[in-house]
T-cell receptor
Framework: DGGITQSPKYLFRKEGQNVTLSCEQN?????MYWYRQDPGQGLRLIYY???????QKGDIAEGYSVSREKKESFPLTVTSAQKNPTAFYLC?????????????FGPGTRLTVT | GESVGLHLPTLSVQEGDNSIINCAYSNSASDYFIWYKQESGKGPQFIIDIRSNMDKRQGQRVTVLLNKTVKHLSLQIAATQPGDSAVYFC?????????????FGAGTRLAVHP
């Protein structure tokens, strides 16, 4: 089955540690995205990538980093510089700028930092 | 499961009734809109989309209405079922020429009662 996978589903870290969230897709989509979701709010864009080896900051990129070495993979690192890292993180993909705008979402990773 | 959006506006309906979820957008240049459904602890799922050259689009049990004059769209769910209980987000696409950036609303929680 084609789709997007995120792992792990739950992640716990101590404050001051970097943590990397995995996102893999086998939809052959060019574009991939990372969103953060907090209670009472919609999704906010952290980073996006339209093509391999290229990525751009979204609206709330501070304290996060990404890489796009492969088309299928777009890992997100939450660094110790992120002041409020506890959140639900969602990865998405789409066909790309010239394709449909519909974004397909993964199941999410809930990160808790104490 | 977890709850996302603990303080969202809530629409409570009886099973079998029709539901109407409303959404306002701010960018008059937006030309593409999507409704997503998000169940607790999961990623958003695509429901239906509509382009700005349309006023109405129907899917299976769902209808989206777009009023560009007042920058408003609504999602109508016919014969609401318990499985429709979820948070519903509308999203609009920034004008073409850029990447596929979707701007998400805060969401509305739909609670279906037997």
């Amino acid at each position: 089955d084609g789709g997007i996978t995120q792992s792990p589903k739950y992640l716990f870290r101590k404050e001051g540690q970097n943590v990397t969230l995995s996102c893999e897709q086998n939809l052959n989509h060019d574009a991939m995205y990372w969103y953060r979701q907090d209670p009472g709010q919609g999704l906010r864009l952290i980073y996006y990538s339209q093509i391999v080896n290229d990525f751009q900051k979204g609206d709330i990129a501070e304290g996060y980093s990404v890489s796009r070495e492969k088309k299928e993979s777009f890992p997100l690192t939450v660094t110790s510089a992120q002041k409020n890292p506890t959140a639900f993180y969602l990865c998405a993909s789409s066909m790309g700028e010239t394709g449909a705008a519909e974004q397909y979402f993964g199941p999410g990773t809930r990160l808790t930092v104490t | 499961g977890e709850s996302v959006g603990l303080h969202l506006p809530t629409l409570s309906v009886q099973e079998g009734d029709n539901s109407i979820i409303n959404c306002a957008y701010s960018n008059s240049a937006s030309d593409y809109f999507i409704w997503y459904k998000q169940e607790s602890g999961k990623g958003p799922q695509f429901i239906i989309d509509i382009r700005s050259n349309m006023d109405k689009r129907q899917g299976q049990r769902v209808t989206v209405l777009l009023n560009k004059t007042v920058k408003h769209l609504s999602l109508q769910i016919a014969a609401t079922q318990p499985g429709d209980s979820a948070v519903y987000f509308c999203a609009d696409l920034l004008p073409p020429g850029g990447y596929n950036k979707l701007i998400f609303g805060a969401g509305t929680r739909l609670a279906v009662h037997p």
